[in-house]
């Protein structure tokens, strides 16, 4: 199982960024893509994810702000967070995570992924 994550950056407060997380080397019948992120000094908390299903959950702080898509092709699965009205509380490194043990449908727990990406740094400026 292959997950890279890719976009990241540094955006001034108000401004808006997309994360991709290409996944791959799995199944692609039931699974769920997450999106968590880690602030220094706090843990690690669940901002989005989607399920094979096409179920969605954002996390309080993120809703109408932004939003996860997926595409599927014959390999890999890329799993996209577009962000918008970004603040400088929304600066973390992100991480995209799977979990292939579920019925499709996803969870944002963290105990539930098995499956991390490297991480992509968002610095957002005020």
């Known amino acids: 199982v292959q997950l890279v994550e890719s976009g990241g950056g540094l955006v001034q407060a108000g401004g808006s960024l997309r994360l991709s997380c290409a996944a791959s080397?799995?199944?692609?019948?039931?699974?769920?893509i997450g999106w968590f992120r880690q602030a220094p000094g706090k843990e690690r908390e669940g901002v989005s994810c989607?399920?094979?299903?096409?179920?969605?959950?954002?996390g309080d702080s993120v809703k109408g702000r932004f939003t996860i898509s997926m595409d599927n092709d014959k390999n890999t699965v890329t799993v996209y967070l577009q962000m918008s009205s970004l603040r400088p509380e929304d600066t973390a490194v992100y991480y995209c995570?799977?979990?292939?043990?579920?019925?499709?449908?996803?969870?944002?727990?963290?105990?539930?992924?098995?499956?991390w990406g490297q991480g992509t740094q968002v610095t957002v400026s005020s």
């Open positions: 995570a799977a979990d292939l043990a579920g019925w499709g449908t996803c969870n944002p727990a963290r105990h539930w992924y098995d499956y």
């Open positions: 989607i399920g094979s299903s096409n179920n969605t959950y954002y």
């Open positions: 080397g799995f199944p692609f019948d039931r699974y769920a």
